[in-house]
């Protein structure tokens, strides 16, 4: 490792320090309502089971956070199980008394996995490489452990989905989540969403993804999300994704140079109105994917819907709307 690598870890380990010391409290619980709103909107029944891994796992699951000394920067805090009870909003469940085996088994209805270091630029090769790595495993994992037509939602670094593979590409490291899962959307968090610590500021997505039912494995085969381009004027990398979903970017996106002369991504919302945007697009996902008639419970408690009504729109019932803040009406952000 040159000096330079060197270095580069250097500022990352003291960036994942900062991480894991600012408080992210109030923007975890925010969006522990949007999603547990959103898991209910996608069908998800009362009495299933949910599981929440990584970074804020307490405050995403409804209680208060807990001291847990880890073994690396990397590491999260304790996992957390519940089970999703008759009413709703946020907070949306029963919390068990103590916290999930760290390989609670499920399955599992829903599980939210809370990627460490979301919202750092890492900058050293094997630190980039780590957390690509790490994702996909987490991200594999929670799959393996979903119902079917279970959900999963991601909490991740823009990298996951920037580094999807360029249109020009063979590359495709979705291809084994694809065969099991579909994407079913995702939403852009501004920087400094949940940290205002200044080395905290990249960029996060929510990402939803749905396991197949039974007898329809192949309809999400090859790509299960957009491929990569590169940004226009700058050398970064971004999804295809938000090209034809610019509402879903809460938030300015525009290159940055930082200290070491690499280029970034900065999504900037000095209005601070995600908070606002953020449930609209989650309905405008969950709207888009919800069946206008619920097939037969199964025994995982999951309703069973034709792939076909799955992509159909429906508007969200009343229960679900209450829970809404106001709506805001800022423009569309440019790509």
Known sequence: MDRYEERLVEAD??????HSRADATSGHQFLAGQIWHTAQALGVPPGADVLVT??????????TPVTHPTASMWEGSVPWRAQVPPRWPYPAFTVNHQPAEARAGGPFAVQVISQVGLDVHVRSLAAWSYQQRRFREDLTTA???????GL?????NHSILDSAGLDDSAHNPWEQTGQVADFLGAARLPSHALRTDDQCDAPADLMIFRRHLPGHESAGRGLVVPRSQWMPGAGIPVTTYYRSHREHVLGLP????????LEQLAVIDTKQTWQHRLPRVLDQIAQAHTPTVAG??????LNVVPMAQAA?????SARVETD???QATNPVPPL
């Open 13 to 18: 380990r003291a960036a994942m320090t900062a």
């Open 54 to 63: 990584g970074s804020g796992s307490a405050q995403l699951i409804g209680t």
């Open 143 to 149: 799959l393996e452990k979903s119902v079917p037509g």
């Open 152 to 156: 999963v939602f991601a909490l991740a």
């Open 254 to 261: 525009m290159p940055r140079i930082d200290q070491w002369d």
């Open 296 to 301: 037969p419970a199964t025994a995982s408690g």
């Open 312 to 316: 159909s729109r429906t508007r969200s």
């Open 324 to 326: 809404r803040p106001a």
